[in-house]
Structure formats: structure tokens, C-alpha cells
């Protein structure tokens, strides 16, 4: 019995220091699911300093464009960290109903995601008529 218990804390522990990766099943359901939403163009950014989130970032945009998404870049960003894997912010109104589909469709494919009002300033080079999706550090 204390060698099962053991079994599973070690596992718990390798899970929490190995960096996040998209399985193929969850690159097959994005792919799937991004395809068909109505597309704008997003910028994706991960926090400076945080290579592991910056890697998730660079594998969530591949999906992205593989999707036929026009992803404008990985950058980095001073932002505070997220809630969530990753949170989206938009600069247009009009994104929300497409914004909310791409948060439903991350979620659905295990990818903790969250809307997040962006404090103003703290969101470098925000670009005008982009969604931003924002990386946060891994949990």
C-alpha cells in the first residue's frame, strides 16, 4: 500500500515539474474546433521570463495558424500572471462572440482558459483589432 501511495506522489510531482504539451488529441480537437470560427487576427504572448509558458505559447499559435488563424507573433509581456492557462483579452467589442468560442473550444480541450480585463498599460504593443491570448505560468 505505501509503495502505491509513493507510485502516485511521484508521478504527481514529474507531472508538475515537466513542461505542458499539447497530446495529439488535443491538437486534433483544436484544429477540428479553430477551423470553423469566424476568424480575426490574434496576437499571443507569454509571460518574460517564463520560457516553459513561452514553449505552450509557441504550440497553441502552430495550432493556430495550422487552423488558419492569422497569428501575428509570440511575444512576452510584463502582464501580471493568469488565472487560468491561458486568458484571452480583446480590443473590440465586436471580438466577444468570437472570443468566447475560442474560450470554449480551449476548454473543452483541457486548456484552462478565462476572459481577463486587462489592466491598461500592462499589455505591451496591444494591437487594434486583435485578440490577445495570453500564456500564463504553468500551475
Known amino acids: 500500500y505505501d509503495l502505491i501511495e509513493k507510485d502516485k506522489r511521484i508521478e504527481e510531482l514529474k507531472k508538475q515539474v515537466s513542461p505542458r504539451k499539447l497530446n495529439e488529441e488535443q491538437k486534433t480537437t483544436l484544429l477540428k474546433e479553430l477551423s470553423v470560427i469566424n476568424k480575426v487576427p490574434i496576437v499571443i504572448t507569454s509571460r518574460l521570463s ?18 488558419g488563424w492569422n497569428v501575428k507573433g509570440v ?17 473590440d467589442q465586436s471580438q466577444v462572440s468570437t472570443a468566447d468560442q475560442i474560450m470554449s473550444v480551449l476548454n473543452q480541450s ?3 482558459c478565462f476572459p481577463a480585463k486587462v489592466r491598461d ?7 487594434a483589432g486583435h485578440i490577445h491570448i495570453i500564456v500564463g ?3
Not at 517564463?50 to 487552423?67: H, L, N, T, V
Open 50 to 67: 517564463d520560457a516553459e509558458g513561452k514553449q505552450y505559447a509557441e504550440q497553441i499559435a502552430e495550432i493556430f495558424r495550422a487552423s
Open 75 to 91: 511575444g512576452s509581456t510584463y502582464l501580471d500572471d493568469t488565472s487560468g492557462d491561458v486568458t484571452l483579452a480583446v480590443t
Open 110 to 112: 483541457g486548456i484552462k
Open 121 to 127: 498599460g500592462s499589455l505591451g504593443g496591444v494591437e
Open 137 to 139: 505560468s504553468k500551475k
